[in-house]
């Protein structure tokens, strides 16, 4: 389709005021999808899909609270304003760590700052009982099965490394009591997209696991994986829905317990992916037999989510002038400037390439990669030694840089 603004700011505008390729996000989209989910006590965001210090920012002011992965993650929620220290108001813990190790720099500074901690595996339990016995800590179950739009984003059952397994809670619960690790909160994540089949037996093992536990579990973690609509056929979750499952389980461990569970939800792509836009300029056209590409300056080291999962992101044509052509609309691939066969947007899970319906347009308009806030800018590379993009932020109809183009110097200022 043919598209001329972002969040009411011309494409021409943005692409000759902060170059291409271009990553524009719209802050309402944002806060929109955040307030959609104030059924939940706490929504914690997982900065792995974007963390911008903007963005972390942005969400802070709403209300978020914020999930790390890395040690640098926790200095980026706290860069952009997140505390290490229980809010006493909420008594909800602003920022959390989650992974299924602790690499030695990560453990120090958990130990240091007395970071709140979200174990993935049971080696982390003991790591951290023996430098911080006696701490409270919440645990992340692996429930024996997942769901994904990839394979590669299931993040539940045997062939997943996420999690404790569950046939190892009896092992879980000897290793925190050696230490006088407490336990109060139980965590679990299957992976990205939602089949409320799948979702109800998350809800319904993670209920029983929580009876095991017993009445010290305050705190559950839906984790995340909401799914948003990136082809025209898929529809929006329904929210309510989703939040009634996991009442449903907190209700009766509030009754079995007899004291008030928590129920906290760890989005990451729901509260980003569309509000962000990859703006590039077509620089090739190129006919390779019956084909028709469309060579953007864009390649997988903005955005490598077709490469790596055939993802499927829309993709819409803005005039580099004023010019007014029909919309007719042509059959076209679309690849990116790298040395890499595989460097092509319209490809499907397994490396196929395909091809697309866009409008017809020339080099030098702008190809727009949509629904790119998640996953776009954070797995960034140098690849051929591409720089690392720029970041835009619109807010209340005006366009901001939140991160410069990565410069040559700075590409290099860490080698010898």
């Known amino acids: 389709m043919l598209r001329s603004e972002i969040a009411h700011i011309p494409v021409s505008q943005l692409a000759e005021e902060f170059g291409t390729p271009l990553f524009v996000y719209d802050a309402e989209s944002i806060r929109k999808r955040y307030r959609e989910l104030a059924q939940f006590d706490v929504v914690r965001y997982a900065q792995k899909a974007c963390s911008n210090l903007a963005i972390l920012r942005l969400l802070r002011e709403e209300g978020a609270a914020v999930d790390s992965v890395s040690a640098n993650e926790l200095h980026r929620a706290i860069a952009a304003g997140f505390s290490f220290e229980r809010d006493p108001k909420t008594n909800v813990e602003p920022c959390v760590y989650t992974a299924d190790i602790f690499d030695r720099e990560t453990l120090d500074l958990v130990v240091e700052k007395d970071i709140p901690v979200n174990c993935g595996s049971i080696d982390m339990i003991e790591q951290l009982g023996r430098r911080a016995p006696g701490r409270e800590i919440t645990v992340r179950i692996n429930p024996g099965f997942g769901h994904g739009h990839s394979r590669k984003t299931n993040t539940g059952g045997d062939q997943s490394k996420h999690g404790i397994w569950l046939e190892q809670i009896e092992e879980c619960k000897v290793v925190a009591a050696r230490y006088k690790l407490e336990i109060t909160g139980l965590h679990t994540h299957i992976g990205s997209g939602c089949d409320f089949e799948h979702l109800s037996q998350v809800c319904g093992t993670l209920g029983k696991i929580a009876l095991e536990f017993g009445p010290g579990i305050r705190m559950l973690s839906t984790g995340g994986g909401l799914p948003i609509p990136y082809r025209p056929d898929e ?129 030098g308009d702008y190809l727009i990669f949509e629904i790119a806030g998640a996953y776009g800018s954070v797995m960034g590379s140098n690849y051929n030694s591409k720089p690392l993009a720029a970041e835009v932020l619109i807010d209340a109809g005006k366009a901001k840089l939140i991160r410069r183009r990565q410069t040559f110097v700075q590409m290099i200022q860490n080698e010898i």
């Open 235 to 363: 529809t929006e979750i329904d929210i309510d829905r989703y939040f009634r499952l996991w009442d449903e389980t907190r209700r009766s461990l509030e009754e079995a317990f007899r004291h008030k569970i928590t129920l906290e939800i760890e989005p990451g792509r729901y509260l980003v992916a569309e509000s962000g836009y990859l703006v590039s300029e077509i620089r090739a056209i190129k006919h390779q037999g019956d084909n028709l590409f469309y060579l953007v300056d864009a390649g997988f080291n903005n955005l490598a989510r077709p490469i790596l999962y055939g993802a499927y992101h829309p993709i819409s044509v803005a005039r580099k002038d004023d010019r007014k052509e029909s919309a007719e609309e042509v059959e076209v691939t679309v690849g990116g400037p790298l040395c890499e066969s595989g460097d092509i947007f319209t490809q499907e899970d397994g490396g196929f390439v395909a091809k697309r319906r866009l409008p017809k347009a020339e080099v």
